[in-house]
């Protein structure tokens, strides 16, 4: 009886180490998390734009002739009244020399007529002549004095045709390329002016905003008119082509009458200090606007996901399973995005290692380092 007995304990014992044993649950996974806040945010928006001189001068001519001179170079800097140009004066000469001939005949003519006069006067008086004879003289020398204003006013357009075969600087600036050299014949009718000149010591730059950007900007500034609106408006920057910043800041002064129909945006102008001359017309770059947000929630990019044109978060839920929620982006500060909604403050998301993270998924939520909230 014994063996038998002993031989079912090793039978039921060996049945018992032959049974495996059930796998401990997998404990969730730790994942950093940051909570929601909202604050008085700035963010910047960037646009296309033109720079223009605040003075732009075609320099034409207003008299026909050769090109006798040429005093500048091109890109060098001229006061206003500072000869540029010499036309051929020869000819504008001899016009004022023949205007004044003219003149000078006219003048003797009234010389002529008030002699007549004064002799028909005492005869007429005696009536050795008839009055007729008196008049008809009177009568030409009233014509004599308009000849004279005549001539005159011929003498003074001479005179400043003669004037303008010296063509002056008309502002302080840059001369531009010169398009004719010396000798060639120029015209008021050419097509090409003879250059430009740019008063660069202060620029205006010119962008655009679409019709949406520009009901935001104007929403964002006190005032009860356009006008109050500019007075309120903070200053902009300017980014070069190179992506550096102008070190000037500049002004927004002025915003067109109406939208361009072709394109449905507003030109603005912004004027900047430029008494280095390191900006000239024609440069490009990008107007930096910056727009306050009042109690925006802040969100980092890192937490976000991008599925089907929409922007995704990871909330943490009750019994810490993640729920994931559409958020509503309205700009960006630094490495976060300003959110309109999709989550409130105080809410706790996932801020990295969600890339195959599931709906409904426990985790083990850990304080992310403070650093990956801030700006």
């Not at 727009?291 to 991008?306: D, F, K």
Request: glycine residues 6%; charged residues 20%; neutral net charge.
């Amino acid at each position: 009886m014994k063996s038998i007995y002993f031989a079912l304990i090793a039978i039921s014992l060996y049945g018992c180490a032959s049974k495996p044993q059930a796998p401990a649950a997998t404990p969730p996974p730790s994942l950093p998390v940051v909570s929601i806040v909202a604050g008085n945010q700035t963010t910047y928006q960037e646009y296309p734009a033109s720079v223009e001189g605040a003075v732009n001068v075609e320099v034409r001519p207003q008299v026909s002739g050769s090109l006798d001179k040429v005093f500048i170079d091109e890109g060098a800097f001229v006061k206003a009244g500072e000869p540029l140009f010499k036309i051929n004066d020869q000819p504008y000469r001899a016009q004022l020399n023949n205007a004044l001939a003219a003149q000078h005949s006219a003048e003797g003519a009234v010389l002529n007529a008030q002699l007549e006069i004064d002799k028909l006067t005492p005869l007429v008086q005696n009536k050795v002549v008839s009055d007729y004879q008196l008049k008809t003289a009177r009568a030409t020398y009233q014509i004599a004095k308009a000849n004279v204003e005549q001539a005159k006013a011929n003498v003074a357009t001479a005179q400043i045709n003669l004037g303008y075969t010296t063509i002056k600087a008309p502002v302080n600036g840059y001369i531009g390329r010169l398009l004719k050299k010396q000798g060639s014949l120029v015209a008021p009718t050419d097509v090409e002016a003879l250059t430009q000149l740019s008063d660069v010591h202060n620029v205006h730059v010119y962008f655009s905003l679409s019709e949406q950007d520009f009901i935001n900007f104007k929403e964002q500034y006190p005032g009860g008119t356009l006008g109050d609106k500019l007075k309120h408006l903070p200053s902009v920057s300017l980014l070069l082509t190179d992506n550096s910043e102008y070190s000037q800041q500049g002004k927004i002064d002025m915003i067109d009458g109406q939208f361009d129909k072709n394109t449905g945006a507003i030109t603005l102008r912004a004027s900047f200090p430029n008494a280095q001359g390191l900006l000239r017309s024609g440069n490009t770059g990008k107007v930096r606007l910056s727009l306050q947000h009042n109690n925006a929630l802040v969100v980092p990019q890192s937490a976000t996901m991008e599925m089907q044109d929409k922007v995704f978060v990871f909330a943490v839920a009750d019994s810490n399973k993640v729920k994931k929620l559409p958020i509503t982006i309205i700009g960006k500060s630094g490495t976060n995005y300003l959110v309109k909604d999709g989550v409130k403050p105080g809410d706790q998301i996932v801020v990295s290692g969600f890339d195959h993270l599931q709906e409904g998924t426990v985790i083990h939520p850990e304080p992310a380092p403070a650093k990956v909230a801030k700006n």
